[in-house]
Nanobody
């Protein structure tokens, strides 16, 4: 059974940084697509960052230049480094993978940016 577990969320002041990590129960190298999404209160879930099959990196315009997605093959983790955080980044962040043509999601981790 494929499992994803996020960690690293919390409360941070505007301009601060957080690092999210998603531990997956399968080998990172066997995952077709991996990424992070977020959902703010009253809004739909949206893409934050993605590593597709070709292993490039894609970002939403709202986080480009501030967030960095990466993968660690030794630890089987998908990480999201978030810098220069803004109040509008407040949301529940979800880890996502596509593995053998099925989509899997983590349980989500809350990120709150507030002074």
């Amino acid at each position: 059974q494929v499992q994803l577990a996020e960690s690293g969320g919390g409360l941070v002041q505007p301009g601060g940084s957080l690092r999210l990590s998603c531990s997956v129960s399968v080998s990172i190298f066997a995952i077709t697509t991996m990424g992070w999404y977020r959902q703010a209160p009253g809004k739909e879930r949206e893409l934050v960052a993605l590593i597709p099959r070709d292993r490039t990196t894609n970002y939403s315009d709202s986080v480009k230049g501030r967030f960095t997605i990466s993968r660690d093959g030794a630890k089987d983790t998908i990480d999201l480094q978030m810098n220069s955080l803004k109040p509008e980044d407040t949301a529940i962040y979800y880890c996502y993978i596509r593995h053998f043509r099925k989509d899997y999601w983590g349980q989500g981790t809350q990120v709150t940016v507030s002074s």
